[in-house]
């Protein structure tokens, strides 16, 4: 499956953000779809996930109740609504793809796309 995130950009704190990966292949509703985030100089970081069938999301304990993860199986599009956003948030967010239901580590995406720069900052 290939995936492409887009909808970043520079954002004041507070504002927010909707980013949106599209997904390549007939597969990909049975994929775990998740976000993650890399700062300069830091590490990837997991943000959110949800899993195939758009029942369960997970979501990293500094995002929780500001960002929301959803699907929508038949565009094939998985989407990152960020509420609230914080300059901490600054990264380049990723999209990706994994078989384990319950994914949230890294090393269980098999797949990932390039990423999309969201800035937040006053």
């Known amino acids: 499956v290939q995936l492409q995130a887009s909808g970043g950009g520079l954002v004041r704190p507070g504002e927010s953000l909707r980013l949106a990966c599209a997904a390549s292949?007939?597969?990909?509703?049975?994929?775990?779809m998740g976000w993650f985030r890399q700062a300069p100089g830091k590490e990837r970081e997991f943000v959110a996930a949800?899993?195939?069938?758009?029942?369960?999301?997970y979501y990293a304990d500094s995002v929780k109740g500001r960002f929301t993860i959803s699907r929508d199986n038949a565009e094939n599009t998985v989407y990152l609504q960020m509420n609230s956003l914080k300059p901490e948030d600054t990264a380049v967010y990723l999209c990706?793809?994994?078989?384990?239901?319950?994914?949230?580590?890294?090393?269980?995406?098999?797949?990932w796309g390039r990423g999309t720069q969201v800035t937040v900052s006053s």
């Open positions: 949800i899993a195939w069938s758009g029942g369960t999301t």
């Open positions: 990706a793809a994994a078989l384990n239901y319950d994914a949230t580590t890294g090393p269980e995406y098999g797949y």
């Open positions: 292949g007939r597969t990909f509703r049975r994929y775990t």
